[in-house]
């Protein structure tokens, strides 16, 4: 059996159902290898705030802490912890005003041609830090669930082709395409969102292979989970898939 060093995973629909469910389980699965000193990134679009409600990390000892790290926000933000025990930022892809204004007219252009060209209505959510969620099925609402659900992938193509889109790498081309040498940008789907803006969950991972380069780990020595791997459409992937 491999001994993996570092472990990459999603939080939403990985390690717990929602973020109102109970995360003693997911902790307790976390300690004894934290204890081993294996690394354990938790990789998700999410807040570190709606992670255990903000206090991930009085669930372990410092010493512990030493070996968790989260890449949060779709690569927004990258943290690790103190001698304290206490979160702190090691790297940040927020942009300055204008910028992450750049990055909400793109994705309003994005809604625009949709229901300009194709006569599909979407909604858009601005409050993230360096990119937008635009919801291409505002009648499907995931509740408390907020995680690839089951058939949202077929529902996702049937309203694409009742709109005369074959695809919905069509979309993620269009979306890209709105971005401009100074800011690219990266579109990812987990089917019922479009989440375009200037990083994804590679970037987080690409900051802690390269901190653990000094101890060795390489991303053979690594192994990643989440509820998003799975195939969109044909070799197109959830967001998820970005980690590796």
Not at 24 to 38: F, Q, T
Not at 71 to 98: C, H, I, M, Q, S
Request: hydrophobic letters at 40%; charged letters at 25%; glycine letters at 8%.
């Amino acid at each position: 059996m491999k001994h993996y060093k570092a472990i990459f995973f999603d939080w939403d629909g990985t390690a717990v159902l929602s973020r109102k469910a109970p995360v003693e389980d997911a902790v307790n699965a976390m300690r004894p290898l934290l204890d081993k000193g294996v690394k354990l990134c938790i990789v998700s679009g999410t807040t570190y705030e709606n992670i255990a409600g903000g206090k991930l990390h009085s669930y372990f000892t410092p010493k512990q802490l030493e070996n968790l790290y989260l890449g949060l926000g779709r690569g927004a933000f990258d943290y690790g912890y103190n001698t304290a025990g206490e979160p702190t930022v090691l790297v940040d892809r927020v942009p300055d005003a204008k910028g992450i204004l750049a990055v909400h007219d793109a994705c309003y252009r994005i809604h625009r041609e949709l229901l300009e060209k194709y006569g599909m209505n979407t909604d858009i959510v601005f409050s993230r830090p360096n990119y937008c969620k635009i919801d291409l099925m505002p009648a499907n609402n995931r509740g408390e669930n907020l995680f690839l659900q089951e058939g949202e992938a077929a529902r996702l193509q049937h309203i694409l082709q009742q709109h005369g889109i074959d695809s919905i790498e069509t979309v993620i081309a269009m979306a890209e395409s709105f971005g401009t040498p100074e800011m690219p940008l990266c579109a990812t789907t987990d089917a019922k969102y479009l989440e375009v803006g200037i990083s994804c969950k590679s970037d987080n991972v690409d900051v802690f292979l390269e901190r653990f380069k000094a101890e060795g780990i390489t991303a053979e020595d690594c192994s990643f989970w989440g509820d998003e791997f799975v195939e969109i459409e044909h070799e197109l992937y959830g967001s998820d898939s970005f980690m590796y």
